[in-house]
């Protein structure tokens, strides 16, 4: 064997060198050689519309709070001390049902005085009643009497001394009947108001009770047991969650523009998905310290809604020019809102600021948009527009 030399050394890095830049030359061309260009690929079949001028009403938008359609503030009728407290805020409750107790110890004590007020009246009528009859059954006797003794008179068997004492019996026997009958009524009238005063307080009674006026949500509330109540005070709140509706107030330029009937979308919250609100009441005095009017939404009975909940309903406007596209051509990713424009029959991605379907900026009229872009369409894709 011959000895290698250092010339040897240098043929063999050489060839060894050769080798590898071949392998990296061989690894990097045969991925090129399989991958075909996006724009060689087989074309997208899409559906694409022309960005265009349009008329485009300009929207009012108004703020707003939710609120039920029917709310109720309970409130006491009496002056007394709150005993129990039923009922907490978040609570569903029935037509009926009871809510708060008050003490109603004295109350009850008034109720039964009255009860045997009115049954001493009534004792006291059935006498004067009695003492009435006493007084006619004598007044026909007084009357019977004096004519017969007028009659007698009449054929000279009778003195006029007989006729005078028979006359002052009569008159007598009237006036005591005419009290008799005074008396009677004086007694019945006392029986009314006794009855009258039973009733009273039997109802004055039942205000100890306080109950759900309709089926609704206990929203607030304003007591505690061992408070003392007093009339018109207010001891919770409830609102009837079968309906709603939106409170807005519209700048008074712009209130010529709603008119009741009218529907329009309703946004909740920060959502961007609108619900049909109809118009059902427009203020019909200005609020002086705002210079707007109040508006009133009915919102359609959905679950979820709550009082007291951010709403903006929008209102049309005035019609103008605008540059608008389709609804369907819009792509949404994140805070991205782009579009895909056709170029020569390739796709490119147009990043796009619009406010609804208006065009801000971006776009330019009669680009073409493709609308409900397939999964397949990116950035350079070739695409076939109605058919070609």
Do not use: Y
């Not at 043929?11 to 060198?17: K, P």
């Amino acid at each position: 064997m011959k000895p290698i030399t250092p010339t040897h050394h240098v043929i063999v890095a050489g060839v060894a060198a050769a080798l590898l830049v071949s392998a990296a030359l061989a690894g990097c061309s045969a991925p090129r050689v399989a991958a075909a260009p996006a724009d060689a690929a087989q074309p997208i079949a899409v559906t694409v519309a022309q960005v265009a001028m349009t008329d485009v009403a300009r929207a009012i938008d108004a703020g707003g709070v939710v609120q039920a359609r029917t709310t109720a503030t309970i409130a006491s009728r009496i002056l007394a001390p709150v005993r129990e407290v039923r009922v907490s805020p978040g609570d569903q409750v029935r037509k009926g049902q009871t809510l708060i107790v008050l003490d109603g110890d004295d109350l009850a004590a008034g109720a039964r005085a009255a009860r045997s007020a009115a049954l001493a009246a009534e004792q006291g009528s059935k006498a004067a009643a009695a003492e009435l009859q006493s007084a006619d059954a004598g007044l026909a006797l007084a009357r019977a009497s004096h004519n017969r003794i007028a009659g007698l008179q009449a054929k000279r068997s009778a003195t006029a001394q007989e006729l005078d004492d028979a006359t002052a019996t009569l008159r007598s026997a009237e006036a005591r009947a005419a009290g008799a009958s005074a008396r009677a009524w004086q007694a019945a009238s006392a029986l009314d108001s006794a009855r009258a005063a039973g009733d009273q307080a039997s109802i004055t009674g039942s205000f100890t009770t306080i109950a759900a006026p309709f089926d609704g949500l206990i929203t607030e509330k304003m007591v505690e047991t061992g408070n003392m109540a007093s009339p018109g005070m207010p001891l919770l709140r409830l609102e009837d969650t079968r309906g709603f509706r939106l409170e807005v107030r519209v700048d008074e330029s712009r209130i010529g523009q709603v008119r009741n009937g009218d529907s329009v979308p309703v946004f909740l919250g920060t959502g961007t998905t609108s619900i049909r609100g109809t118009v059902v009441e427009v203020s019909r005095a200005v609020d002086a310290d705002a210079r707007a009017f109040l508006v009133k939404i009915a919102l359609p009975d959905a679950r979820g809604l709550r009082s007291g909940e951010f709403g903006k309903a929008r209102f049309g406007g005035t019609p103008r020019r605008a540059l608008t596209i389709p609804s369907s051509a819009i792509v949404r990713r994140g805070q991205l809102t782009s579009v895909f424009v056709v170029d020569r029959d390739i796709a490119r991605v147009r990043l796009v600021n619009l406010s609804e379907s208006e065009v801000l900026a971006g776009l330019s009229e009669s680009e073409v948009v493709i609308l409900s872009p397939p999964a397949g369409v990116t950035e350079g894709r070739r695409v076939s527009v109605g058919g070609r």
